[in-house]
């Protein structure tokens, strides 16, 4: 990613960093930003509310006891917490930051993932159990390892969900596991040079919900594959 920086704090930092923020890498605000900081510093928190969730997803979960009952409140939860950074980053965009174009579009991946999880005839984006074709991957190449990870003697995983959408791009990606040393920034561009053949629904090419695992092992990137769990649908 362009300008993107390793950070100390897992997803909330990186994630900003993912999208230009300056402010998190020991920079500070000028006075008259003073407001621009704070609303960066709750939107931190937000989005280890929304990491909390994803480790902490619904096979962790004991109540309620029914399994689909606890997918759906997991479901949920996940999409209040999408909901309430997207708040933050609307009243950030109102401030106007030096990094508006990046927050825009995290604005709308906030929003995209904050959606409730409806009947399939709600939605045009489906899971791969709601469609009659799943999407299918031509070429997904494995991640690039940067110098810095290389210097750290970095590694583990990345893990991306990520919209593979009809007309055959990758969208609204977002990191449900995230690395430093730079390594979610490369898991980021491979996912934005997969390309697939879009999944098919009534006949139709439609958007698929994908999640990606990236992997760095011993120096380099391995090619990506789909988690054996996926809790969306």
Known sequence: MRNAKTVSLSL???????????????QTAAPE????????????????AIEYLFAHGPAKKVFPPNPRERLRVWQGELADSF??????????????????GNWIELRETLWFYAQPVTKPENRTVF?????????????????????????????????????????????NIFPMKSLEHGLTEAAFDAARQIKF?????NGQPVSQYAILSYEFK????????????????
């Not at 708040?87 to 950030?92: K, L, S, V």
């Not at 391995?222 to 969306?232: D, G, K, N, Q, S």
């Open 12 to 26: 909330a930092l990186l994630a900003i960093g993912l999208f230009g923020s300056r402010l998190l890498n020991g």
């Open 83 to 100: 909901a309430v950074a997207g708040a933050t980053a609307d009243e950030i965009l109102k401030l106007h930051p030096p990094d508006e």
């Open 127 to 171: 899971g791969a159990s709601e469609v009659q074709k799943r999407a299918r991957l031509l070429d997904a190449p494995a991640a690039a390892y940067p110098d810095a990870a290389r210097a750290a003697k970095a590694g583990g995983e990345v893990r991306l969900e990520m919209v593979l959408a009809a007309d055959g791009k990758v969208k």
């Open 218 to 233: 011993n120096g380099r990137g391995l090619p990506p594959y789909t988690p054996e769990h996926v809790f969306y649908f």
């Open 197 to 201: 053949t879009p999944a098919i629904r």
């Open 33 to 48: 930003q003073a407001n621009l900081e704070t609303l960066q510093t709750r939107f931190q928190k937000e989005f280890q």
